[in-house]
DNA sequence: TTTTGAGTTGTTCGA
DNA sequence: GTCGAACAACTCAAA
């Protein structure tokens, strides 16, 4: 077989889309006209097999793959899929092809600049941005050091230079691929129901922006509203697509722009900005994991590595498993297991009943969302567990704790959420369902509930757990 | 260098 | 039932 004049690496990581990737682009322009590219995905085993990883991220993963293979054939080339350490494989298909450069998209997570600094030194590797629209350090302060306060960092990210729609990167009409070398076949999810709650793949990314922010009555222009009710599916609910580039970070924040551009009311066009917020949070906390890697095992402050956490095993397999006694908590942890994804709200109030009331180590939340969530990215989730501990930067302040009771009767007023995801509470009324430990035994007994027996006592009582981390906190900050 | 205003997402208590 | 204040003091960002 005559090979291809110039042949290019597209080395895929988190970027599994045609449409607006400069990775691609870059690839094609080193392959040029007559050339090729190749389009590789490395299943890193050191990434795979991590504590860190899940079975329901990585079965959303592998149908992505599926859907990237199906989507390169029909423009004429093809996936290839090895497995192994990315230097080995890489290092091989240089010299069996005579690949004159790989192109990634840069990845700003611990692991990957780790990886990628190695490769650099001597593989023909290059990095685009990409992840996210404003890489680290494009957002700075006047005196050139990173913002560690969300408000002014969005300011100064909103006054940067807007994206436009000639910005986005066409997908190619056609890719021209080698024959060779062949693909392994792309396993099977570990769990065969695992990531059934979404469809992975770039086209149906698309489709759920679209049916989020196009027209008059799109869920964007109620966001400001429904984005904290459990009940409703008010959220895009992208996440997933955004933590593997099946959208492009650019093509979000353009339909976030132009919904707000095209908004009927004041207020839709307020929630459009608010929807637009959450892509900016997750940029800040990027560029917050980037220029501040010591995030990743401790406090952004150190002085909260101090505190003094329950070793409370059976407190957090309750809160694993949905077994805390307060529903609103139980109902999040349970979809959470079972589908991999829940709202910012319920990530919130589950994070705050972990750390504040059952006095359990930030990081052990953490690592247990990381393992369940199929959006997982050690950048927002990271951010979002420091923030809620009150131990990162722009933390909550010490004295917002949540009161699960009050948030299951703001946010889930009927208790319909929870009767979704607890079957045990499905016949409480709303009046009762998110305390139920105050219903008599006799109510207990008519709607089918009975507190200890087929739904738990409340593990800890609430105000008592307040009490105790206020003053727990509070001995950190004297101590200092 | 100093000063000033501000800081995602809450709860509780008492008037 | 509603409403405003208190909950500490600190750090950040910018003038």
Request: proline letters at 7%.
């Amino acid at each position: 077989m005559k090979p291809a004049l110039v042949t290019a690496i597209w080395w895929i990581r988190r970027d599994l889309r045609l449409t607006d990737n400069a990775a691609l682009h870059a690839a094609l322009t080193h392959a040029g006209p007559e050339g090729s590219v190749l389009p590789l995905f490395i299943l890193d085993p050191a990434l795979l097999n991590s504590a860190w990883v899940g079975e329901k991220r990585v079965a959303f993963l592998y149908e992505g793959l599926r859907a990237l293979d199906d989507t390169l054939r029909a423009c004429g080339s093809r996936l290839v899929v090895r497995s192994g350490a990315p230097a080995d494989v890489l290092t091989q298909l240089v010299r069996d092809m005579g690949a004159h450069a790989i192109c990634a998209e840069r990845d700003h997570s611990p692991y990957a600049r780790q990886r990628d600094a190695a490769l650099l030194e001597v593989l023909p590797l290059e990095l685009v941005d990409g992840v996210t629209l404003r890489p680290p350090g494009a957002i700075c302060k006047s005196n050139g050091s990173p913002y560690t306060v969300f408000t002014p960092y969005s300011k100064a990210w909103k006054a940067a230079v807007r994206p436009l729609d000639s910005d986005i990167l066409p997908p190619p009409a056609h890719l021209r691929t080698p024959t060779e070398p062949a693909s392994e076949a792309i396993p099977d999810a570990p769990d065969k129901r695992a990531g059934t709650h979404f469809t992975a793949s770039e086209t149906e990314a698309t489709r759920r922006l679209g049916a989020f922010v196009n027209g008059d009555a799109a869920p964007i222009y109620d966001y400001a509203n429904t984005r904290n009710r459990p009940d409703v599916d008010g959220t895009a609910q992208l996440s997933p697509y955004l933590r593997f580039g099946m959208l492009s970070a650019r093509t979000a924040v353009l339909a976030a722009y132009t919904a707000q551009a095209r908004a009927p009311s004041a207020d839709a066009a307020h929630s459009a900005e608010s929807w637009l917020n959450e892509l900016i949070w997750r940029e800040f906390y990027v560029q917050i994991l980037e220029a501040f890697p010591h995030v990743r095992s401790g406090a952004f402050r150190p002085v909260y590595n101090e505190i003094a956490w329950a070793d409370d095993e059976k407190g957090f397999a309750a809160w694993c498993n949905g077994r805390t006694g307060y529903p609103i908590v139980d109902a999040a942890m349970r979809q959470l297991r079972a589908t991999g994804w829940i709202h910012n709200r319920l990530r919130m109030i589950a994070a705050s009943f972990l750390v504040k009331d059952l006095l359990i180590d930030w990081r052990q939340g953490e690592r247990w969302f990381m393992q369940q969530l199929v959006d997982g990215d050690p950048a927002a989730n990271n951010g979002g567990w420091q923030w809620t501990a009150g131990v990162g930067t722009d933390a909550a302040p010490y004295f917002r704790i949540f009161n699960p009771v009050s948030q299951g009767r703001k946010f889930d007023a009927q208790g319909d959420y929870v009767r979704r995801w607890l079957p045990e509470l499905a016949h409480l009324p709303a009046a009762s369902i998110h305390d139920p430990w105050t219903l008599g035994d006799d109510a207990q007994s008519r709607l089918g509930c009975r507190i200890g027996d087929n739904y738990p006592a409340p593990i800890v009582d609430h105000a008592c757990a307040r009490a105790r981390v206020l003053d727990t906190f509070a001995a950190v900050r004297s101590a200092e």
